[in-house]
């Protein structure tokens, strides 16, 4: 099937009424967890995945993938507005947009992030589109040993691409690792780390896990310093760009997409480092350096052109080889795996309507978020003015409810305080939630592949060096530890990452 | 008392340290096998050693270097309110049922804020209550006794 019959395949699923809706739905409560800070798109898509259990796959996927992206959108839509990323990628939003809407330009700021985001979206929807089958074929080959390297790839560049410790991202993804290895072994059936408990058998639930550490562990977290948000900016007048405006922005937009393009697909938060990335390239190509951090449109389109861009480019990875490359990619994986498909190359062969549908919904999804987002910003601005001591109950209160529908396992519930607890003290101490999870997810399939590709080479472990795509990806994760303790890379990654604060 | 070292390291060392040594120890009762064919016991080993070794490199690397910034202060309250409704529920929602324990859990989670007294904390768990309903027993079909067989005379 070529490129475009397989995208008008992909239209016609999309441009399903009940599909578009569906789309709607997920950018709509995408744009509000964006919006509202302290509950990201990791808890609302994990609390979710039980209400997807009832809908088709495509439909349910297509919303899931609705409420990645619109939280980008909505998150940078806060982030100029009162100086609060709603999502961390937003954080280097508020920079330069947060000087913009109190110099009263919070209009043009905002415009110009949703066409910077719309423009990088689509373009990116269009990569992932002309580059995921080639890919998915090439993964066809791959075997255990392979698999496994890949798998070694992306932990260990979670690790080069996250702030803070090495050691302490190293220790969450072992941890993680290790939490998910509780269940019974797959080769023998030895129940394992059970206590017993016949409800732990099938392993961990995994929403559980995810919405202990971002969800319970992040209202702990607000519990510390409880303040009201103010909102600065009533009202949002003039969305219009001048002509000066879009002479501006044209360049930071594309490279912004570029940037974001390519980091995307890179794992551990690709989005959150492409608009780091982005800002200090606008700002080093700029000509006037000064006016950033003042209030430099080109400091709000790049970035936010940057994070979107990668928001879509990460699902590659997944869709190709069923790897995730960040938290809410893993829970991805966990959405496919409860409507019965395992996600790797064979989706595109095997399910090409929910394939290509996915991403054709992506370009209505960016469409449909340009209307939210401009014409309703004042809706999302009265929606800022609800108080954290009414959303942190319900959050935990659909925690509890969600994640007892799925399996009706009161032990599920029972883990979700324990990681709660858990991952509130570790992320207290400085450690990031992110890697965890990751390794979660990715630690069945480590085992697996590790012990499969053991028995084909009858307990040879040259066997990882001796393949040379194995050993390819070896070598490119064993590079990105080297850059990452690098001293003079470690600096610079201090000082991207500095501006967060 | 003084402390010349970092507390953040000291402590998420330990709970590394704790956590692989528990897989590890808990994992010598599995088979460890060959690496040929790797027993259940294997990976848990190997990993929670590395766990470990990492915990106390975590904790080795904040001796001497104390943190900078003072600690927040500890969310007692919100901590015991909220992973108590969260283990009330669990405990709870079989013999209850979704009203009661909504009602309840929706209160009790609304106190841990400070900024919340009695009357807004009612507020806040009766609308939720009417919401959690509306969404997942009307919306979604969820199979749940409203009013648990403990409450049922």
Redo the contacts between chains.
């Keep these: 099937m070529d490129l475009f019959s397989s995208i008008s395949l992909g239209f016609s699923v999309a441009l399903d009424p009940f599909n578009i809706l569906y789309c709607f739905v997920g950018v709509l409560l995408g744009t509000l967890v964006g919006v509202l800070p302290g509950i990201g798109p990791t808890a609302t898509i994990a609390m979710l995945l039980?209400?997807t259990f009832?809908l088709n796959a495509e439909t349910a996927l297509i919303m899931l993938a609705g409420i990645y992206y619109g939280a980008q959108y909505g998150g940078s839509t806060t982030a100029i507005l009162i100086n609060l990323p709603g999502e961390s990628s937003a954080a280097v939003t508020a920079i330069d947009g947060y000087q913009m809407a109190r110099q009263g330009r919070a209009g043009p700021a905002l415009a110009a992030a949703a066409i910077g985001s719309f423009f990088a979206g689509s373009v990116a929807t269009f990569l992932l589109a002309a580059f995921a089958p080639p890919l998915a074929r090439a993964a066809l080959n791959f075997g255990a040993p392979e698999y496994f390297s890949l798998i070694v790839l992306g932990l260990l560049v979670s690790i080069a691409l996250a702030h803070g410790?090495i050691?302490?991202a190293?220790?969450m993804i072992?941890?993680g690792?290790?939490l998910g290895?509780v269940g019974q072994?797959i080769?023998?059936g030895?129940p394992?780390?059970t206590f017993g408990l016949r409800e732990l058998f099938g392993g961990l639930n995994f929403v559980a896990v995810a919405v202990g550490v971002f969800g319970?562990a992040e209202?702990?977290r607000n519990?510390?310093?409880?303040h009201e948000r103010e909102v600065g900016v009533k009202a949002v007048k003039n969305l219009w760009l001048t002509r000066d405006d879009i002479r501006r922005i044209i360049m930071p937009v594309l490279r912004g997409t570029g940037l974001g393009s390519i980091l995307g697909i890179l794992p551990g938060g690709g989005h959150i480092l492409s608009a780091f990335a982005s800002y200090s390239a606008e700002k080093r190509l700029s000509k006037n350096p000064e006016e950033f951090g003042k209030g430099a449109i080109e400091g709000v389109a790049g970035p936010e052109s940057a994070n979107n861009a990668a928001a879509q480019t990460s699902f590659i990875p997944l869709m190709t080889l069923g790897i995730p490359a960040h938290p809410v990619m893993a829970l991805m994986i966990g959405a496919f795996i409860l409507q019965g498909i395992t996600p790797g190359p064979n989706v595109i062969n095997e399910q090409p309507a929910l394939f290509w549908g996915i991403i054709a919904s992506m370009w209505i999804g960016n469409l449909l978020l340009v209307i939210l987002n401009l014409p309703l910003v004042g809706l999302w601005v009265k929606m800022l003015s609800i108080?954290?001591?009414?959303l942190?109950?319900?959050i935990?209160?659909?925690?509890?409810?969600?994640t007892?529908?799925i399996n009706?396992n009161?032990?599920d519930?029972?883990a979700?305080?324990f990681f709660?607890?858990?991952g509130?003290?570790?992320i207290?101490?400085?450690?990031e939630p992110a890697p965890l999870l990751l390794g979660f997810v990715l630690g069945p399939l480590?085992?697996e592949h590790?012990?499969r590709a053991?028995?084909i080479s009858?307990?040879d472990?040259m066997i990882f060096i001796e393949r040379p795509i194995s050993a390819t990806l070896l070598a490119m994760a064993l590079a990105a530890v080297i850059v990452a303790v690098l001293p003079s890379i470690r600096r610079k990654r201090a000082e991207v990452f500095v501006e967060e604060d | 008392m003084a402390l010349n070292a970092s507390k953040?390291?000291l402590?998420?060392g330990a709970?590394?340290v704790a956590?692989?040594a528990y897989?590890a120890l808990?994992?010598m009762r599995?088979?460890f096998g060959?690496?040929?064919?790797?027993?259940?016991g294997?990976?848990?080993i190997v990993?929670?050693g590395?766990?470990v070794a990492?915990?106390i490199?975590?904790a080795a690397?904040g001796i001497g270097k104390p943190d900078e910034e003072a600690?927040?202060?500890?969310?007692w309250?919100?901590?015991a309110l909220?992973?108590g409704?969260?283990?009330f529920?669990?405990?709870t929602?079989?013999g209850l049922g979704f009203i009661p324990v909504?009602l309840i859990?929706?209160f009790v989670?609304?106190m841990?804020?400070?900024?919340?007294n009695l009357v807004?904390a009612l507020i806040?768990?009766v609308g939720?209550c009417v919401?959690?309903l509306l969404i997942?027993v009307v919306g979604?079909?969820?199979?749940?006794p409203l009013v648990g067989p403990w409450l049922r005379f």
Excluded: H
């Design positions: 039980p209400i009832s410790s050691l302490k190293l220790g072992v941890l690792l290790l290895m072994d080769y023998t030895t394992r780390f319970v209202i702990l519990l510390e310093n409880e108080p954290y001591r009414v942190f109950p319900a935990v209160l659909f925690a509890c409810i969600g007892f529908s009706q009161v032990y519930i029972y979700i305080a709660g607890i858990v509130y003290l570790l207290r101490f400085g450690c480590l085992e590790l012990r053991m028995i009858r307990g472990p | 953040n390291d402590a998420s709970i590394f956590f692989g897989f808990e994992a599995y088979e060959t690496p040929f064919r790797m027993g259940p294997f990976m848990p990993l929670g590395i766990l990492l915990g490199a975590v690397k600690a927040p202060p500890w969310p309250r919100g901590i909220v992973l409704t969260v283990l529920f669990a405990a929602i079989r909504v859990s929706g989670t609304a841990s804020s400070v900024k919340n807004s806040i768990s939720l919401l959690c997942f979604l079909g969820m199979i749940v």
